[in-house]
Each structure stands twice: as structure tokens, then as C-alpha cells.
């Protein structure tokens, strides 16, 4: 017969799996458990994060509507004293014959509500005689003028006011526009 090999008492045969074979499995299954008690604390770990910040959103939304209807609360406390002197005036006006007296008492409510808009941060900006500027101003409409530069205000039909450092309303302007040159103008026919 002829020689046989001996057989290799260290290498399994492929119907045996040695405890070397079965250890990696083990260790990459016990890998992916742990992986998946890591990503179960990271997911209930983000769905509180989310609740925490929903619940954040809404106390901040609630606050600032708070703080907002606080703020109108004040503004329309200051202006309730304008209301109640135009309604003297107003009552007074009917029973006066002295016109000039009416009209010296609207000028100081006039006064007193601009007061009141400056303590809110509200200015009114001129705007007559300077120079158009569509950041400031609407024109309703343009008048040519000889005795005015183009593109001036020449009258301001509507005031404008500023609210800090920006523009709260435009000011509504007539400008001047230059005049226009016609043979009629020039004396030709």
C-alpha cells in the first residue's frame, strides 16, 4: 500500500469548528449587541433632545408673546392720555369761539404724542428742501421748478419717521423735476 500522511492533529477537519473558529463569531456578535445598546441610548438619548427643545420653542414663543403684549400694554397706557386731551379739546372746541385757544391746545397734544413716540424710539425726519431719497421718501409726484434743483422735496404731504436707526414710514414728497425745455417756452414757432 502506499504511504499515508499522517494526519495533523492541530488542523480540524471541515466537519469539526475548533473553539478558535467559534470565539470570532462570538466576539463580532457580542460587538453587534453592544453596537446595539449604544445606538438604542443614542436614539432615546435624541428623542429626549428633541422633546426638551420642543418643549424650549413653545416657552419661548409663550414669553415673547408675553413680552410683546406687555410692551403694547405700556405703549397704549402712554398714549391714553394724548386720547383723553383731544377728547377735552374736542369738547371744548364746540363751546369755545376762540380759535386761536383751540388751536394752541392741539399744538401741545401734537407735542405731547411726539413725546410719547420719542420715548418708544419714534422720530419724524425732515424732509423738505433736501434732496430726494428713496430710502427715505415716496414721491407722489414730480413739479418741474426753475428755482429748485431736480430731484428735490419741494413739499412734504405726509411725514416720515424713523424708529431707531431705520426707516418706521416713508416720507410721501412732491419733488422738483427739472423744467422742461419746449419751443414754446424758448419764444419759437
Excluded: C, W
Amino acid at each position: 500500500m502506499g504511504e499515508e500522511e499522517p494526519i495533523d492533529a492541530e488542523e480540524p477537519t471541515s466537519q469539526e469548528s475548533s473553539p478558535a473558529e467559534a470565539d470570532p463569531l462570538a466576539a463580532i456578535r457580542l460587538q453587534l449587541e453592544e453596537a446595539q445598546r449604544l445606538a438604542d441610548t443614542f436614539k432615546d438619548q435624541l428623542l429626549r433632545k428633541a422633546a426638551e427643545f420642543e418643549n424650549y420653542r413653545r416657552r419661548v414663543e409663550s414669553e415673547s408673546a408675553a413680552i410683546m403684549r406687555v410692551a403694547n400694554e405700556s405703549l397704549l397706557l402712554a398714549l391714553l392720555p394724548v386720547l383723553d386731551d383731544i377728547t377735552r379739546s374736542l369738547k371744548a372746541g364746540k363751546e369755545l369761539k376762540d380759535r386761536e385757544a383751540f388751536y394752541a391746545g392741539v399744538e401741545m397734544i401734537q407735542g405731547k404724542f411726539l413725546k410719547v413716540l420719542e420715548r418708544y424710539g419714534v422720530v419724524p425726519f425732515d424732509s423738505e428742501g433736501k434732496p430726494f431719497d428713496v430710502g427715505l421718501h415716496d414721491a407722489l409726484l414730480q413739479i418741474p421748478r426753475e428755482d429748485v434743483k431736480p430731484h428735490t422735496v419741494i413739499e412734504e404731504v405726509e411725514r416720515g419717521y424713523m424708529i431707531y436707526d431705520r426707516v418706521l414710514r416713508h416720507a410721501k414728497v412732491v419733488v422738483s423735476a427739472a423744467p422742461e425745455a419746449t419751443e414754446a417756452s424758448n419764444g419759437q414757432a
